[in-house]
Protein backbone atom coordinates (compact mmCIF):
# COMPACT_ATOMS: atom_id res chain seq x y z
CA UNK A 1 0.00 0.00 0.00
CA UNK A 2 1.67 3.51 -1.01
CA UNK A 3 2.25 5.60 2.01
CA UNK A 4 -0.71 8.07 0.95
CA UNK A 5 -3.47 5.71 0.73
CA UNK A 6 -2.05 4.26 4.22
CA UNK A 7 -2.17 7.67 5.57
CA UNK A 8 -6.06 8.21 4.10
CA UNK A 9 -7.11 5.04 5.57
CA UNK A 10 -5.21 6.17 8.63
CA UNK A 11 -7.14 9.18 9.16
CA UNK A 12 -10.48 7.68 7.93
CA UNK A 13 -10.30 4.92 10.32
CA UNK A 14 -10.96 7.52 13.07
CA UNK A 15 -13.44 9.41 11.42
CA UNK A 16 -15.81 6.33 10.78
CA UNK A 17 -15.90 5.27 14.31
CA UNK A 18 -16.61 8.82 15.09
CA UNK A 19 -20.18 8.04 12.72
CA UNK A 20 -20.43 5.17 14.12
CA UNK A 21 -20.23 6.52 17.67
CA UNK A 22 -22.86 9.38 16.35
CA UNK A 23 -25.21 6.98 14.83
CA UNK A 24 -25.19 4.98 18.49
CA UNK A 25 -25.19 8.67 20.35
CA UNK A 26 -28.46 9.78 18.81
CA UNK A 27 -30.12 6.82 18.29
CA UNK A 28 -29.91 5.34 21.88
CA UNK A 29 -28.80 2.00 20.85
CA UNK A 30 -26.41 0.09 19.35
CA UNK A 31 -22.97 -1.91 19.36
CA UNK A 32 -19.76 -0.29 19.36
CA UNK A 33 -17.57 -2.05 21.07
CA UNK A 34 -18.10 -4.94 18.56
CA UNK A 35 -18.21 -1.83 15.86
CA UNK A 36 -14.60 -0.81 16.83
CA UNK A 37 -13.33 -3.87 16.82
CA UNK A 38 -13.95 -4.86 13.33
CA UNK A 39 -14.12 -1.97 11.54
CA UNK A 40 -10.44 -1.90 10.61
CA UNK A 41 -10.82 -4.98 8.47
CA UNK A 42 -14.19 -3.64 6.77
CA UNK A 43 -12.31 -0.19 6.27
CA UNK A 44 -9.14 -2.22 4.55
CA UNK A 45 -11.60 -4.76 2.86
CA UNK A 46 -13.87 -1.56 0.93
CA UNK A 47 -11.17 0.39 0.31
CA UNK A 48 -8.81 -1.88 -1.20
CA UNK A 49 -9.95 -5.58 -1.68
CA UNK A 50 -13.62 -5.47 -2.50
CA UNK A 51 -15.31 -4.65 -6.12
CA UNK A 52 -17.97 -3.14 -5.20
CA UNK A 53 -19.06 0.14 -5.64
CA UNK A 54 -22.58 1.75 -5.69
CA UNK A 55 -22.74 1.51 -10.12
CA UNK A 56 -21.91 -2.01 -9.57
CA UNK A 57 -24.83 -2.79 -7.32
CA UNK A 58 -26.62 -4.96 -9.92
CA UNK A 59 -23.36 -6.50 -11.23
CA UNK A 60 -23.40 -10.12 -11.72
CA UNK A 61 -19.89 -10.38 -10.79
CA UNK A 62 -19.89 -8.10 -8.19
CA UNK A 63 -17.89 -8.76 -4.83
CA UNK A 64 -19.97 -9.74 -1.93
CA UNK A 65 -19.77 -9.00 1.47
CA UNK A 66 -21.45 -10.41 4.39
CA UNK A 67 -21.52 -8.98 7.93
CA UNK A 68 -22.45 -11.86 9.55
CA UNK A 69 -21.74 -10.22 13.17
CA UNK A 70 -24.61 -8.06 12.10
CA UNK A 71 -25.10 -5.90 15.56
CA UNK A 72 -21.98 -4.30 14.26
CA UNK A 73 -24.31 -2.31 11.98
CA UNK A 74 -22.93 1.18 12.49
CA UNK A 75 -19.85 0.12 11.34
CA UNK A 76 -21.30 -0.81 8.51
CA UNK A 77 -23.18 2.11 7.64
CA UNK A 78 -20.01 4.19 8.36
CA UNK A 79 -18.21 2.28 5.97
CA UNK A 80 -20.98 1.89 3.40
CA UNK A 81 -21.15 5.55 3.35
CA UNK A 82 -17.32 6.72 3.09
CA UNK A 83 -18.18 4.05 -0.09
CA UNK A 84 -20.20 6.06 -1.47
CA UNK A 85 -23.59 3.94 -0.59
CA UNK A 86 -25.58 5.85 1.35
CA UNK A 87 -25.36 9.34 2.75
CA UNK A 88 -23.56 8.83 6.43
CA UNK A 89 -25.68 12.19 7.71
CA UNK A 90 -28.64 10.51 7.00
CA UNK A 91 -27.60 7.80 8.23
CA UNK A 92 -26.85 9.90 11.83
CA UNK A 93 -29.82 11.67 11.96
CA UNK A 94 -32.86 8.58 11.66
CA UNK A 95 -30.51 5.36 12.70
CA UNK A 96 -32.89 3.86 14.71
CA UNK A 97 -35.83 6.61 14.15
CA UNK A 98 -39.40 5.61 14.28
CA UNK A 99 -39.71 4.54 10.69
CA UNK A 100 -36.03 4.60 9.90
CA UNK A 101 -34.81 2.62 7.18
CA UNK A 102 -31.68 2.59 8.98
CA UNK A 103 -32.56 -0.30 11.84
CA UNK A 104 -30.13 -1.98 14.07
CA UNK A 105 -29.01 -4.67 11.52
CA UNK A 106 -28.01 -5.01 8.41
CA UNK A 107 -31.04 -5.23 5.77
CA UNK A 108 -31.30 -5.65 2.19
CA UNK A 109 -32.97 -2.09 1.78
CA UNK A 110 -30.13 -0.15 2.36
CA UNK A 111 -28.18 -0.03 -1.00
CA UNK A 112 -25.14 -2.66 -0.80
CA UNK A 113 -26.04 -4.26 1.63
CA UNK A 114 -27.08 -8.00 -0.08
CA UNK A 115 -28.35 -10.07 3.24
CA UNK A 116 -30.28 -9.09 5.95
CA UNK A 117 -28.58 -10.91 8.98
CA UNK A 118 -28.43 -10.47 12.58
CA UNK A 119 -28.89 -13.68 13.87
CA UNK A 120 -25.53 -15.29 14.75
CA UNK A 121 -24.03 -18.17 12.97
CA UNK A 122 -26.14 -17.57 9.37
CA UNK A 123 -23.29 -15.72 7.51
CA UNK A 124 -21.23 -18.44 6.27
CA UNK A 125 -23.44 -21.23 5.00
CA UNK A 126 -24.88 -18.37 2.93
CA UNK A 127 -21.58 -17.09 1.82
CA UNK A 128 -20.56 -20.25 0.81
CA UNK A 129 -23.98 -20.65 -1.59
CA UNK A 130 -22.68 -17.29 -2.90
CA UNK A 131 -19.16 -18.33 -3.45
CA UNK A 132 -20.83 -21.99 -4.84
CA UNK A 133 -22.68 -19.73 -7.52
CA UNK A 134 -19.66 -17.95 -8.92
CA UNK A 135 -18.20 -21.36 -9.20
CA UNK A 136 -21.43 -22.84 -11.24
CA UNK A 137 -21.12 -19.93 -13.12
CA UNK A 138 -17.72 -19.18 -13.97
CA UNK A 139 -17.82 -15.28 -12.53
CA UNK A 140 -14.60 -14.44 -10.96
CA UNK A 141 -15.95 -12.54 -8.01
CA UNK A 142 -15.23 -13.39 -4.48
CA UNK A 143 -17.07 -13.65 -1.47
CA UNK A 144 -16.33 -12.25 2.33
CA UNK A 145 -18.00 -13.30 5.45
CA UNK A 146 -17.26 -11.34 9.31
CA UNK A 147 -18.13 -13.39 12.04
CA UNK A 148 -17.61 -12.53 15.89
CA UNK A 149 -15.63 -14.66 17.69
CA UNK A 150 -18.82 -15.22 20.09
CA UNK A 151 -20.56 -16.34 16.96
CA UNK A 152 -18.49 -19.14 16.75
CA UNK A 153 -20.42 -21.28 19.23
CA UNK A 154 -23.15 -21.45 15.93
CA UNK A 155 -23.28 -24.77 15.01
CA UNK A 156 -24.30 -23.80 12.14
CA UNK A 157 -21.14 -22.11 11.34
CA UNK A 158 -19.42 -25.42 11.29
CA UNK A 159 -21.70 -26.50 8.90
CA UNK A 160 -20.47 -23.69 6.60
CA UNK A 161 -17.09 -24.55 7.81
CA UNK A 162 -17.45 -27.99 6.33
CA UNK A 163 -19.66 -26.99 3.08
CA UNK A 164 -16.38 -24.25 2.32
CA UNK A 165 -13.50 -26.24 1.97
CA UNK A 166 -15.78 -29.40 0.84
CA UNK A 167 -17.13 -27.67 -2.58
CA UNK A 168 -13.27 -26.12 -2.99
CA UNK A 169 -14.30 -22.80 -2.45
CA UNK A 170 -11.28 -20.73 -2.46
CA UNK A 171 -12.99 -17.06 -3.80
CA UNK A 172 -14.29 -17.47 -0.70
CA UNK A 173 -13.00 -15.61 2.75
CA UNK A 174 -14.30 -15.47 6.53
CA UNK A 175 -12.85 -13.58 8.86
CA UNK A 176 -13.05 -13.93 12.50
CA UNK A 177 -13.22 -10.70 14.86
CA UNK A 178 -11.36 -12.15 17.46
CA UNK A 179 -11.65 -9.25 20.09
CA UNK A 180 -12.21 -12.22 23.22
CA UNK A 181 -15.22 -10.74 24.40
CA UNK A 182 -18.59 -11.54 24.24
CA UNK A 183 -22.21 -10.16 26.16
CA UNK A 184 -20.79 -12.52 28.90
CA UNK A 185 -17.77 -11.44 29.78
CA UNK A 186 -14.27 -13.51 28.29
CA UNK A 187 -14.40 -16.23 25.92
CA UNK A 188 -12.46 -18.36 27.51
CA UNK A 189 -14.82 -17.93 30.48
CA UNK A 190 -17.93 -18.66 28.45
CA UNK A 191 -17.00 -21.52 25.62
CA UNK A 192 -13.52 -21.86 25.25
CA UNK A 193 -12.81 -20.75 21.63
CA UNK A 194 -8.81 -20.38 21.96
CA UNK A 195 -6.90 -22.89 19.23
CA UNK A 196 -8.90 -21.43 16.42
CA UNK A 197 -6.63 -21.83 13.88
CA UNK A 198 -5.81 -25.23 14.27
CA UNK A 199 -9.90 -25.80 13.96
CA UNK A 200 -10.40 -24.52 10.82
CA UNK A 201 -7.30 -25.94 9.19
CA UNK A 202 -8.54 -29.10 10.69
CA UNK A 203 -11.73 -28.38 8.46
CA UNK A 204 -9.58 -28.01 5.76
CA UNK A 205 -8.96 -24.12 5.27
CA UNK A 206 -6.04 -21.55 4.56
CA UNK A 207 -5.65 -19.83 7.45
CA UNK A 208 -4.06 -16.50 8.47
CA UNK A 209 -3.38 -15.15 11.84
CA UNK A 210 -2.94 -11.10 12.02
CA UNK A 211 -3.07 -7.87 14.34
CA UNK A 212 -6.39 -6.55 13.26
CA UNK A 213 -5.78 -3.58 13.55
CA UNK A 214 -2.84 -3.51 11.08
CA UNK A 215 -3.96 -1.59 8.40
CA UNK A 216 -1.11 -3.44 5.97
CA UNK A 217 -1.21 -6.56 7.71
CA UNK A 218 -4.76 -6.61 6.95
CA UNK A 219 -4.06 -5.76 3.58
CA UNK A 220 -1.59 -8.51 2.88
CA UNK A 221 -4.02 -10.58 3.83
CA UNK A 222 -6.37 -10.64 2.22
CA UNK A 223 -4.28 -10.41 -0.66
CA UNK A 224 -2.70 -13.83 0.67
CA UNK A 225 -6.59 -14.87 0.75
CA UNK A 226 -6.95 -14.03 -3.29
CA UNK A 227 -3.57 -15.82 -4.11
CA UNK A 228 -4.59 -19.03 -2.33
CA UNK A 229 -6.07 -21.72 -4.58
CA UNK A 230 -7.93 -24.91 -3.46
CA UNK A 231 -9.49 -24.15 -0.37
CA UNK A 232 -11.58 -21.05 1.59
CA UNK A 233 -9.33 -18.83 3.96
CA UNK A 234 -9.93 -17.66 7.14
CA UNK A 235 -8.32 -14.48 8.30
CA UNK A 236 -8.22 -14.33 12.31
CA UNK A 237 -7.77 -10.96 13.01
CA UNK A 238 -6.86 -10.33 16.69
CA UNK A 239 -8.52 -7.39 17.79
CA UNK A 240 -9.37 -5.57 20.67
CA UNK A 241 -12.86 -4.47 21.72
CA UNK A 242 -13.77 -0.90 21.47
CA UNK A 243 -10.58 -0.40 19.53
CA UNK A 244 -9.58 3.34 19.63
CA UNK A 245 -11.45 4.51 22.75
CA UNK A 246 -9.21 3.77 26.33
CA UNK A 247 -13.21 4.21 28.48
CA UNK A 248 -14.45 1.31 25.86
CA UNK A 249 -10.94 -1.10 25.40
CA UNK A 250 -11.82 -4.38 26.49
CA UNK A 251 -14.05 -4.08 28.46
CA UNK A 252 -17.59 -6.16 27.86
CA UNK A 253 -19.94 -4.27 29.12
CA UNK A 254 -19.52 -1.57 26.00
CA UNK A 255 -20.86 -4.79 23.97
CA UNK A 256 -24.15 -2.09 23.79
CA UNK A 257 -23.71 0.01 26.13
CA UNK A 258 -25.36 3.53 24.94
CA UNK A 259 -22.43 6.50 26.44
CA UNK A 260 -24.08 9.25 28.26
CA UNK A 261 -23.59 12.75 27.30
CA UNK A 262 -20.13 13.25 29.03
CA UNK A 263 -18.65 9.61 28.09
CA UNK A 264 -19.71 10.75 24.01
CA UNK A 265 -17.54 13.74 24.70
CA UNK A 266 -14.80 11.57 26.27
CA UNK A 267 -14.87 8.98 23.21
CA UNK A 268 -15.06 12.28 21.06
CA UNK A 269 -11.93 13.22 22.45
CA UNK A 270 -10.17 9.94 22.64
CA UNK A 271 -10.56 9.43 18.47
CA UNK A 272 -9.69 13.20 17.78
CA UNK A 273 -6.56 12.12 19.90
CA UNK A 274 -5.88 9.49 17.34
CA UNK A 275 -6.66 11.20 14.44
CA UNK A 276 -4.29 13.83 15.81
CA UNK A 277 -1.66 11.47 15.70
CA UNK A 278 -1.90 10.59 12.51
CA UNK A 279 -1.49 13.54 10.92
CA UNK A 280 1.44 14.43 12.92
CA UNK A 281 2.86 11.21 12.45
CA UNK B 1 -50.05 -41.10 -17.37
CA UNK B 2 -48.38 -43.29 -14.75
CA UNK B 3 -49.21 -42.67 -11.06
CA UNK B 4 -46.61 -41.40 -9.17
CA UNK B 5 -46.00 -39.78 -5.37
CA UNK B 6 -46.09 -36.15 -5.20
CA UNK B 7 -42.59 -35.67 -4.49
CA UNK B 8 -41.37 -38.27 -7.82
CA UNK B 9 -43.44 -35.46 -9.15
CA UNK B 10 -41.58 -32.69 -7.97
CA UNK B 11 -38.45 -34.83 -9.25
CA UNK B 12 -40.01 -35.13 -12.73
CA UNK B 13 -40.72 -31.30 -13.10
CA UNK B 14 -36.93 -30.32 -11.79
CA UNK B 15 -35.62 -33.32 -14.02
CA UNK B 16 -38.10 -31.91 -17.19
CA UNK B 17 -37.02 -28.10 -16.10
CA UNK B 18 -32.95 -28.33 -15.95
CA UNK B 19 -32.78 -29.32 -19.02
CA UNK B 20 -33.60 -26.04 -20.50
CA UNK B 21 -32.72 -23.83 -16.91
CA UNK B 22 -28.98 -24.00 -16.07
CA UNK B 23 -30.06 -21.46 -13.09
CA UNK B 24 -32.12 -24.55 -11.08
CA UNK B 25 -30.28 -25.86 -8.59
CA UNK B 26 -31.07 -28.77 -6.29
CA UNK B 27 -29.86 -28.91 -2.66
CA UNK B 28 -30.04 -32.11 -0.59
CA UNK B 29 -29.16 -33.04 3.10
CA UNK B 30 -28.39 -36.67 2.87
CA UNK B 31 -31.83 -36.82 1.60
CA UNK B 32 -31.91 -37.54 -2.41
CA UNK B 33 -32.66 -41.21 -2.35
CA UNK B 34 -36.11 -40.39 -0.54
CA UNK B 35 -36.65 -37.22 -2.98
CA UNK B 36 -36.75 -39.81 -5.97
CA UNK B 37 -33.88 -36.93 -7.47
CA UNK B 38 -30.86 -39.54 -7.55
CA UNK B 39 -31.63 -39.23 -11.61
CA UNK B 40 -31.42 -35.56 -11.67
CA UNK B 41 -28.04 -35.76 -9.44
CA UNK B 42 -26.75 -38.03 -12.39
CA UNK B 43 -27.89 -36.32 -15.32
CA UNK B 44 -27.24 -32.78 -13.99
CA UNK B 45 -24.55 -32.70 -11.51
CA UNK B 46 -23.19 -29.39 -12.52
CA UNK B 47 -26.68 -28.22 -10.78
CA UNK B 48 -26.52 -30.90 -7.84
CA UNK B 49 -25.94 -29.82 -4.48
CA UNK B 50 -25.44 -32.36 -1.50
CA UNK B 51 -24.69 -30.81 2.19
CA UNK B 52 -24.19 -33.92 4.03
CA UNK B 53 -26.92 -33.98 7.42
CA UNK B 54 -26.47 -30.17 7.78
CA UNK B 55 -30.55 -28.35 7.21
CA UNK B 56 -28.79 -25.33 8.55
CA UNK B 57 -26.20 -25.02 5.91
CA UNK B 58 -29.06 -26.63 3.39
CA UNK B 59 -30.96 -23.39 3.46
CA UNK B 60 -28.22 -21.05 4.34
CA UNK B 61 -26.55 -22.32 1.06
CA UNK B 62 -29.44 -22.54 -0.87
CA UNK B 63 -30.30 -18.49 0.22
CA UNK B 64 -26.85 -17.65 -1.36
CA UNK B 65 -27.09 -18.81 -4.12
CA UNK B 66 -30.89 -17.39 -5.05
CA UNK B 67 -29.57 -14.24 -3.99
CA UNK B 68 -26.58 -15.03 -6.69
CA UNK B 69 -29.18 -15.25 -9.57
CA UNK B 70 -30.12 -19.29 -9.12
CA UNK B 71 -33.74 -20.69 -8.26
CA UNK B 72 -32.11 -22.44 -5.55
CA UNK B 73 -34.83 -25.43 -4.57
CA UNK B 74 -33.82 -27.57 -1.05
CA UNK B 75 -35.34 -30.83 -0.62
CA UNK B 76 -34.90 -32.50 2.93
CA UNK B 77 -38.21 -34.65 5.12
CA UNK B 78 -40.30 -32.14 6.16
CA UNK B 79 -39.64 -32.09 9.97
CA UNK B 80 -36.19 -31.40 9.93
CA UNK B 81 -36.27 -28.94 6.76
CA UNK B 82 -39.58 -26.92 8.85
CA UNK B 83 -37.83 -27.14 11.86
CA UNK B 84 -34.26 -27.51 12.03
CA UNK B 85 -33.73 -24.95 9.60
CA UNK B 86 -36.66 -22.84 10.67
CA UNK B 87 -34.32 -20.02 11.48
CA UNK B 88 -32.73 -20.20 8.19
CA UNK B 89 -35.97 -20.15 6.16
CA UNK B 90 -37.31 -17.78 8.54
CA UNK B 91 -34.13 -14.99 7.61
CA UNK B 92 -32.37 -16.28 4.97
CA UNK B 93 -35.60 -17.08 2.64
CA UNK B 94 -38.29 -15.02 3.66
CA UNK B 95 -36.83 -11.87 5.63
CA UNK B 96 -33.81 -11.68 3.06
CA UNK B 97 -36.44 -12.62 0.11
CA UNK B 98 -34.56 -14.46 -1.66
CA UNK B 99 -36.15 -17.01 -4.16
CA UNK B 100 -35.37 -20.56 -2.48
CA UNK B 101 -38.25 -22.97 -3.06
CA UNK B 102 -38.31 -25.64 0.59
CA UNK B 103 -39.52 -28.85 -0.68
CA UNK B 104 -40.42 -30.88 2.52
CA UNK B 105 -40.49 -34.30 1.87
CA UNK B 106 -42.27 -37.62 3.68
CA UNK B 107 -44.30 -35.00 5.05
CA UNK B 108 -47.14 -35.10 7.70
CA UNK B 109 -47.25 -38.57 9.55
CA UNK B 110 -46.04 -40.17 6.27
CA UNK B 111 -43.59 -41.90 8.68
CA UNK B 112 -46.25 -42.94 11.03
CA UNK B 113 -44.40 -45.78 12.39
CA UNK B 114 -41.34 -43.28 13.51
CA UNK B 115 -42.56 -41.14 15.90
CA UNK B 116 -42.54 -37.69 16.56
CA UNK B 117 -38.93 -37.11 15.50
CA UNK B 118 -39.67 -37.63 12.03
CA UNK B 119 -43.03 -36.23 11.41
CA UNK B 120 -43.98 -33.00 10.55
CA UNK B 121 -47.15 -32.12 12.50
CA UNK B 122 -45.96 -28.37 13.30
CA UNK B 123 -44.15 -27.58 9.73
CA UNK B 124 -47.70 -25.21 8.49
CA UNK B 125 -47.91 -23.44 11.42
CA UNK B 126 -44.46 -22.56 11.76
CA UNK B 127 -43.93 -21.54 8.38
CA UNK B 128 -47.24 -20.23 7.51
CA UNK B 129 -46.46 -17.72 10.60
CA UNK B 130 -43.58 -16.06 8.45
CA UNK B 131 -44.09 -12.65 6.29
CA UNK B 132 -43.29 -13.24 2.93
CA UNK B 133 -43.20 -17.13 3.44
CA UNK B 134 -45.93 -19.35 1.23
CA UNK B 135 -47.40 -22.43 2.26
CA UNK B 136 -48.35 -24.91 -0.45
CA UNK B 137 -49.77 -28.53 0.08
CA UNK B 138 -50.93 -30.03 -3.18
CA UNK B 139 -53.50 -32.73 -3.04
CA UNK B 140 -52.41 -34.92 -6.12
CA UNK B 141 -49.70 -35.46 -8.69
CA UNK B 142 -51.62 -33.12 -11.23
CA UNK B 143 -51.43 -30.37 -8.57
CA UNK B 144 -48.20 -30.85 -7.87
CA UNK B 145 -46.97 -30.50 -11.16
CA UNK B 146 -48.57 -27.06 -11.82
CA UNK B 147 -47.48 -25.97 -8.57
CA UNK B 148 -43.85 -26.94 -8.90
CA UNK B 149 -43.79 -25.73 -12.59
CA UNK B 150 -45.20 -22.01 -11.11
CA UNK B 151 -42.72 -21.96 -8.25
CA UNK B 152 -40.02 -22.06 -10.52
CA UNK B 153 -41.58 -19.42 -12.67
CA UNK B 154 -41.89 -16.90 -9.70
CA UNK B 155 -38.98 -15.49 -7.63
CA UNK B 156 -40.34 -15.37 -4.64
CA UNK B 157 -39.44 -18.41 -1.42
CA UNK B 158 -42.28 -21.18 -0.75
CA UNK B 159 -42.50 -24.05 1.36
CA UNK B 160 -43.93 -27.45 -0.31
CA UNK B 161 -45.15 -29.86 1.62
CA UNK B 162 -45.63 -33.10 0.08
CA UNK B 163 -46.03 -37.33 1.52
CA UNK B 164 -43.93 -39.89 0.67
CA UNK B 165 -46.83 -42.32 -1.18
CA UNK B 166 -48.69 -42.26 -4.29
CA UNK B 167 -51.58 -40.49 -3.46
CA UNK B 168 -54.95 -41.27 -5.26
CA UNK B 169 -55.86 -38.21 -7.94
CA UNK B 170 -58.30 -35.88 -7.29
CA UNK B 171 -57.82 -34.08 -10.87
CA UNK B 172 -57.25 -35.86 -13.94
CA UNK B 173 -54.59 -35.42 -16.58
CA UNK B 174 -56.90 -32.81 -18.75
CA UNK B 175 -58.51 -31.32 -16.22
CA UNK B 176 -56.68 -29.53 -13.03
CA UNK B 177 -57.65 -26.11 -12.97
CA UNK B 178 -54.59 -24.06 -11.67
CA UNK B 179 -54.41 -20.56 -10.79
CA UNK B 180 -51.77 -20.00 -8.06
CA UNK B 181 -53.10 -19.00 -4.81
CA UNK B 182 -56.55 -19.81 -5.95
CA UNK B 183 -58.49 -22.80 -4.04
CA UNK B 184 -60.52 -25.04 -6.03
CA UNK B 185 -64.30 -25.49 -4.92
CA UNK B 186 -64.11 -29.13 -5.87
CA UNK B 187 -68.17 -29.26 -5.42
CA UNK B 188 -70.33 -26.81 -4.00
CA UNK B 189 -73.52 -27.55 -1.39
CA UNK B 190 -75.93 -25.86 1.14
CA UNK B 191 -74.92 -27.37 4.59
CA UNK B 192 -71.55 -28.09 5.00
CA UNK B 193 -68.53 -26.66 3.62
CA UNK B 194 -65.32 -28.75 4.23
CA UNK B 195 -62.35 -27.18 3.61
CA UNK B 196 -59.06 -29.18 3.71
CA UNK B 197 -55.49 -29.26 2.45
CA UNK B 198 -52.66 -31.52 1.13
CA UNK B 199 -53.59 -35.39 1.24
CA UNK B 200 -56.76 -34.95 2.95
CA UNK B 201 -58.93 -33.25 0.22
CA UNK B 202 -59.11 -36.72 -1.76
CA UNK B 203 -60.71 -37.75 1.77
CA UNK B 204 -63.33 -34.68 2.11
CA UNK B 205 -64.05 -35.63 -1.39
CA UNK B 206 -64.98 -39.45 -0.67
CA UNK B 207 -66.97 -38.02 2.88
CA UNK B 208 -68.92 -35.50 0.89
CA UNK B 209 -70.21 -38.45 -1.41
CA UNK B 210 -71.16 -40.29 2.07
CA UNK B 211 -72.77 -37.31 3.22
CA UNK B 212 -74.62 -36.53 -0.16
CA UNK B 213 -76.19 -40.04 -0.15
CA UNK B 214 -77.51 -38.61 3.34
CA UNK B 215 -79.21 -35.55 2.10
CA UNK B 216 -76.32 -33.42 2.94
CA UNK B 217 -75.27 -30.88 0.66
CA UNK B 218 -71.58 -30.62 0.74
CA UNK B 219 -69.04 -28.04 -0.62
CA UNK B 220 -65.38 -28.90 -0.90
CA UNK B 221 -62.64 -27.12 -0.88
CA UNK B 222 -59.13 -27.91 -2.10
CA UNK B 223 -57.18 -25.27 0.04
CA UNK B 224 -53.43 -26.30 -1.20
CA UNK B 225 -52.50 -22.60 -0.51
CA UNK B 226 -52.77 -22.54 3.04
CA UNK B 227 -50.32 -19.30 3.02
CA UNK B 228 -51.33 -16.77 1.78
CA UNK B 229 -54.63 -18.17 2.37
CA UNK B 230 -57.63 -17.84 -0.26
CA UNK B 231 -59.33 -15.88 1.73
CA UNK B 232 -62.44 -15.15 -0.94
CA UNK B 233 -62.63 -18.97 -1.42
CA UNK B 234 -62.99 -19.53 2.38
CA UNK B 235 -65.96 -17.10 2.84
CA UNK B 236 -67.67 -17.80 -0.46
CA UNK B 237 -67.41 -21.53 1.20
CA UNK B 238 -68.85 -20.13 4.66
CA UNK B 239 -71.63 -18.04 3.17
CA UNK B 240 -73.13 -20.82 1.29
CA UNK B 241 -73.16 -23.55 3.92
CA UNK B 242 -74.39 -23.83 7.62
CA UNK B 243 -71.21 -25.33 9.27
CA UNK B 244 -67.41 -25.26 8.08
CA UNK B 245 -65.05 -28.23 9.06
CA UNK B 246 -61.63 -27.97 7.95
CA UNK B 247 -59.07 -30.95 7.38
CA UNK B 248 -55.31 -31.13 7.57
CA UNK B 249 -52.36 -33.47 8.52
CA UNK B 250 -51.17 -31.40 10.88
CA UNK B 251 -51.23 -30.38 14.59
CA UNK B 252 -54.49 -28.70 15.35
CA UNK B 253 -53.30 -25.02 16.43
CA UNK B 254 -51.96 -22.69 14.43
CA UNK B 255 -52.53 -24.50 10.92
CA UNK B 256 -55.03 -24.17 8.34
CA UNK B 257 -58.14 -24.72 10.97
CA UNK B 258 -57.27 -21.98 12.77
CA UNK B 259 -56.76 -19.64 10.38
CA UNK B 260 -59.85 -20.35 8.70
CA UNK B 261 -61.68 -20.07 12.39
CA UNK B 262 -60.03 -16.87 12.17
CA UNK B 263 -61.80 -15.60 9.03
CA UNK B 264 -64.97 -17.09 9.18
CA UNK B 265 -65.28 -15.37 12.68
CA UNK B 266 -64.33 -12.09 12.02
CA UNK B 267 -66.42 -12.06 9.02
CA UNK B 268 -69.23 -14.20 8.51
CA UNK B 269 -69.44 -16.29 12.07
CA UNK B 270 -70.49 -19.99 11.31
CA UNK B 271 -69.87 -22.96 13.59
CA UNK B 272 -66.34 -24.23 12.84
CA UNK B 273 -64.32 -27.33 13.42
CA UNK B 274 -61.14 -28.29 12.85
CA UNK B 275 -60.16 -31.77 11.98
CA UNK B 276 -56.37 -32.76 12.48
CA UNK B 277 -54.04 -34.44 13.95
CA UNK B 278 -53.80 -34.34 18.38
CA UNK B 279 -52.39 -32.07 20.19
CA UNK B 280 -49.89 -34.52 21.23
CA UNK B 281 -47.65 -37.42 20.20
CA UNK B 282 -48.91 -39.43 17.43
CA UNK B 283 -49.92 -42.95 18.24
CA UNK B 284 -48.05 -45.24 16.20
CA UNK B 285 -49.53 -46.32 12.96
CA UNK B 286 -49.65 -46.38 9.14
CA UNK B 287 -50.54 -42.75 8.03
CA UNK B 288 -54.38 -44.41 7.05
CA UNK B 289 -54.54 -46.18 10.21
CA UNK B 290 -53.47 -42.97 12.03
CA UNK B 291 -56.20 -40.64 9.55
CA UNK B 292 -58.83 -43.76 10.71
CA UNK B 293 -57.71 -42.88 14.68
CA UNK B 294 -57.65 -39.31 14.62
CA UNK B 295 -61.06 -39.12 12.58
CA UNK B 296 -59.10 -37.68 9.53
CA UNK B 297 -59.82 -40.52 7.11
CA UNK B 298 -63.33 -40.35 4.76
CA UNK B 299 -66.04 -42.11 7.56
CA UNK B 300 -64.80 -39.77 10.44
CA UNK B 301 -64.87 -36.76 8.33
CA UNK B 302 -68.75 -37.62 7.36
CA UNK B 303 -69.03 -38.24 11.35
CA UNK B 304 -67.79 -35.12 12.58
CA UNK B 305 -69.69 -33.17 9.69
CA UNK B 306 -72.58 -34.97 10.18
CA UNK B 307 -72.83 -33.84 14.34
CA UNK B 308 -71.57 -30.53 13.48
CA UNK B 309 -74.66 -30.04 11.27
CA UNK B 310 -76.76 -31.86 14.11
CA UNK B 311 -75.94 -29.24 16.65
CA UNK B 312 -76.58 -26.28 14.40
C1 LIG C 1 -28.46 -16.38 17.24
C2 LIG C 1 -28.22 -15.20 18.09
N1 LIG C 1 -28.18 -15.35 19.42
C3 LIG C 1 -27.98 -14.28 20.22
C4 LIG C 1 -27.81 -13.03 19.71
C5 LIG C 1 -27.64 -11.82 20.62
N2 LIG C 1 -26.28 -11.29 20.53
C6 LIG C 1 -25.98 -10.20 19.79
S1 LIG C 1 -24.36 -9.82 19.81
C7 LIG C 1 -24.01 -11.12 20.84
C8 LIG C 1 -22.59 -11.37 21.26
C9 LIG C 1 -21.72 -11.52 20.08
O1 LIG C 1 -20.40 -11.79 20.44
P1 LIG C 1 -19.29 -11.83 19.34
O2 LIG C 1 -19.68 -12.77 18.26
O3 LIG C 1 -17.99 -12.13 20.01
O4 LIG C 1 -19.34 -10.38 18.71
P2 LIG C 1 -18.49 -9.07 19.08
O5 LIG C 1 -17.81 -9.31 20.40
O6 LIG C 1 -17.52 -8.92 18.00
O7 LIG C 1 -19.45 -7.95 19.13
C10 LIG C 1 -25.16 -11.82 21.15
C11 LIG C 1 -25.21 -12.98 22.05
C12 LIG C 1 -27.86 -12.91 18.30
N3 LIG C 1 -27.75 -11.73 17.70
N4 LIG C 1 -28.03 -13.99 17.52
Known amino acids: MERKELTELEDLRWKLRGDALDMVFNGKTGHLGGDFSVLDAMLVLYFRHLNMSPEQRDDKNRDRFLLSKGHAVEAFYAVLAAAGFIDVK ?52 RTYCFMGDGELAEGSVWEGAMSGSNFELDNLCGLID ?15 LDSQAERWKAFGWHVIEVDGHDLEALDDAFSEAEATKGAPTMIIANTVKGYGSPLMENKAGWHHQV ?23 | MANLANRAVIADVLMKRAASDRDIVVLCSDSRGSAALDPFYETYPEQAVEVGIAEQDLVGMAAGLARCGKKAVAVSPASFLATRSFEQARVDCAYSDTNVTLVGISGGVSYGELGMTHQSAQDIAALAAVPNMRVYLPSDQHQTRKLMNALLDDEKCAYVRVGRSVVPDVYADDDCPFEL ?47 PLDVEAVLRAARGAKVVLTAEEAAPFGGLGSMVAQVVGETCPRPVKTLALPDAPVKTGTKAQIFE ?20
Do not use: F
Open chain 2, 293 to 312: RYGLDAAGIAKSAGELLAKA
Open chain 1, 178 to 192: RNRLQISGDTEAVMK
Open chain 1, 90 to 141: EVIGTYAKNGSPYIGHPNRGIPGIEMNTGSLGHGLPIACGMALAAKMDGLSY
Open chain 1, 259 to 281: PNAEQYEQIKAELKARAEEVRHG
Open chain 2, 181 to 227: DHANVLREGSDVALIATGELVHACLEAAKALEAEGVSTTVVDMYCVK
